[in-house]
Each structure stands twice: as structure tokens, then as C-alpha cells.
């Protein structure tokens, strides 16, 4: 087994939307991790140990490792997490990952679907409390309806709380009352060549955000995405 093999167990479980739960698990003791990267959760089934990988969605000076999951039906990881009490012994082998900010002193800007602001929000929170960063960071943030929405009342307080921080919500398939932006993420970006982007949801809006940018002329080595 990995040397960086940890053991933890759960403190909160709570469903935030539609198929999407929040988990907090102690965080051992010596543990590190950047903003943005990733652990993967030792699970048991049928006498075998099989890996899942989760983006950590707190920030590194918290004392707990926070999760957002999307359940699937049927999948291993979920059908865990669904079942994982506090009484539980968790393992799980981390940090891993090079999906981070670094040292970047230029503008931020985040695109995020789904589950996919996970880690997201995670460097969002380190930039702003942990970094002290006063260069403009800005989040793009795309769910499918109302159902779907999550952490808006986290991204409300970094909001309010910091002035070089915001955040843009779309619904892709919003309900006729929604009096929001509406359309996918692709069609409310407006690119600032300056800027270093970071984009995390399905392979086929990390596609076609990657491609509008490189259009606008945004240089490929400032382009960073996770696909989930």
C-alpha cells in the first residue's frame, strides 16, 4: 500500500442538491495538501480494495477534509459514501494532484459544472483567506436547474467579504420563473487574455471552454483543467 496511506473517519454528511452530497472527515494529523489537488478513498467490496478519487473541496488550513460528490447509481463510490457512518474506519492515500494555482500573481478566473467547483472552491477560499490575494479572481459557475444549485451562500459570503472576488451562476435547463443567467457556462465567458484560467467539470465543457479561449487568444500554458 501507498506510504501516503491515512486513516480518518466521517464528522458530516449532508445532501446539498439534487445527487450531490457534502462530507467532512477528520483531518489526521500531519496531513497536507494544496488547494486543488486530489485523494483517493481506499474502498472495500467483494474482498478486494478498489481506489476512487476525490478533489478536496476545503482549503488547506482547515482541520477537516471536505468533499462534494455526485452519487451515481450503482457506483462504487457512492454506494459507500451513502452507507459510511462516523463508527466507520476510512483510508485514504493523498495528496495527489497538480491541478493548483501556485504563485500566480495574474487575474484568476474559475469555470466550474457541477460537482466540478469541488476543488474549485477549495482554491478559491486559499487564494482569498490563506494567500491574502488582491488580484481579481472570478468564478464561472454552471448547474443544470434550481435543483442542482449548491454552496451559493458559501460564494455569497466570499463575495461580500471580499471586493476582488466574484461569482456569475448559469441554469442550463432553468425553469420559466429562474430570472438568472441561463445558457451553458461557454456562452456567458468573457475572456481577459491576462488571466490564468482554471476549468473542472465533464470533458465536453472542458473541450469547449478550453477552445473558446484559445480563440480569444488566451495562451495555451495559461489554460489548467481537471475533467470529472
Not at 495538501?33 to 476512487?52: C, M, S, T
Not at 471536505?66 to 474506519?89: D, N
Not at 467579504?161 to 461569482?167: K, T
Request: aromatic share 10%; hydrophobic share 40%; glycine share 8%.
Amino acid at each position: 500500500m501507498d506510504q501516503n496511506t491515512w486513516t480518518t473517519h466521517l464528522l458530516h454528511k449532508e445532501t446539498i442538491a439534487n445527487q450531490i452530497v457534502e462530507l467532512r472527515f477528520i483531518k489526521p494529523a500531519r496531513f497536507t495538501f494544496q488547494a486543488g489537488q486530489f485523494v483517493q478513498f481506499i474502498i472495500p467490496k467483494d474482498g478486494q480494495e478498489i481506489l476512487r478519487s476525490y478533489s478536496i473541496a476545503s482549503h488547506p488550513a482547515s482541520d477537516e477534509i471536505e468533499l462534494c460528490v455526485k452519487l451515481l447509481p450503482g457506483g462504487v463510490g457512492s454506494t459507500f459514501f451513502e452507507q459510511v457512518t462516523p463508527e466507520t474506519e476510512i483510508r485514504f492515500i493523498g495528496s495527489r494532484g497538480r491541478f493548483v494555482v501556485g504563485d500566480s500573481a495574474e487575474p484568476l478566473y474559475f469555470v466550474a459544472t457541477g460537482a466540478g467547483l469541488a476543488p474549485i472552491m477549495g482554491m478559491i477560499a486559499d487564494e482569498l483567506i490563506n494567500k491574502k490575494n488582491t488580484e481579481p479572481i472570478e468564478l464561472l459557475f454552471g448547474v443544470r436547474s434550481e435543483e442542482d444549485i449548491f454552496w451559493t451562500d458559501r460564494l455569497d459570503a466570499l463575495q461580500k467579504e471580499y471586493s476582488n472576488f466574484h461569482y456569475r451562476l448559469t441554469l442550463s435547463q432553468p425553469r420559466s420563473a429562474w430570472a438568472g443567467l441561463s445558457g451553458r457556462v461557454s456562452t456567458h465567458l468573457n475572456p481577459n487574455i491576462s488571466s490564468h484560467y482554471f476549468i473542472c467539470g465533464s470533458a465536453e465543457m472542458v473541450k469547449d471552454v478550453r477552445e473558446l479561449l484559445l480563440k480569444q487568444a488566451v495562451q495555451n500554458g495559461s489554460i489548467h483543467f481537471e475533467i470529472f
